[in-house]
């Protein structure tokens, strides 16, 4: 199982931006596996917010569409998650992950990371 890291969380006003990373695991996985980050607010279900496959196609839930950009530098080994215009409910606990292909629930992928808090105040 791939180790993942998370970085970037923090506290900030709505219409704030944030840039989260997610480091870890063999530089293979940056190329050809879908990696992914979900989110989790308190009392839902942990949901995605963008997934990225291997050939480079993008998916976004519809609440971040035009705000959230996700991107990865495979020499770096970083995926990473360009968050713009935040708005309060947005506010939850961020996770990357990583599959040989892109699932739709969070039950389809195996490698995580421990996650990162990202707030927004209105």
């Known amino acids: 199982v791939f180790q993942l890291e998370e970085s970037g969380g923090g506290s900030v006003q709505a219409g704030g931006s944030l840039r989260l990373s997610c480091a870890g695991g063999p530089r293979y996985m940056y190329s050809v596996y879908c990696m992914a980050w979900f989110r989790q607010a308190p009392g839902k279900e942990r949901e995605e917010v963008a997934s990225?496959?291997?050939?480079?196609?993008?998916r976004y839930a519809d609440p971040v569409k035009g705000r959230f950009t996700i991107s990865k530098d495979n020499t770096k080994r970083t995926l990473y998650l360009q968050m713009n215009n935040l708005k309060p409910e947005d506010t939850a606990t961020y996770f990357c992950a990583a599959e040989s292909s892109c699932g739709r629930r969070w039950t389809d992928f195996g490698a995580w990371g421990q996650g990162t808090q990202v707030t927004v105040s209105a």
């Open positions: 990225l496959e291997s050939n480079g196609a993008t």
